[in-house]
Nanobody, 114 residues
């Protein structure tokens, strides 16, 4: 199983980025997919998730700014991030999970400058 994130980078406050996570080795469509992030010195925290049925859920601080979506034909989950703020700076991780199984990507760095 492999989850490969891409799309991170350096952006100014107020800017946008789109993260992608492509999965292989799993039946992507039956997995719930999520994005988490970890800033230096902090614990990994939930950002957004989308179920296999397409139901979405967001952490409160990103609601209205971030949008999670999935393309089952491409085995890919996306995180569109708008109105980025310096506090969004972190390594962003992709997660695939279903009952009894959970997989993580290697992470992609997002840095927002003020």
């Amino acid at each position: 199983v492999q989850l490969v994130e891409s799309g991170g980078g350096l952006v100014q406050a107020g800017g946008s980025l789109r993260l992608s996570c492509t999965a292989s080795g799993i039946i992507f469509s039956i997995y719930h997919m999520g994005w988490y992030r970890q800033a230096p010195g902090n614990q990994r925290e939930f950002v957004a998730a989308i179920t296999s049925a397409g139901i979405t859920n967001y952490q409160g601080s990103v609601k209205g700014r971030f949008t999670i979506s999935r393309d089952n034909a491409k085995n890919t989950v996306y995180l569109q991030m708008n109105s980025l703020q310096p506090e969004d700076t972190a390594v962003y991780y992709c997660n695939a999970n279903k009952i009894g199984q959970s997989y993580w990507g290697q992470g992609t760095q997002v840095t927002v400058s003020s």
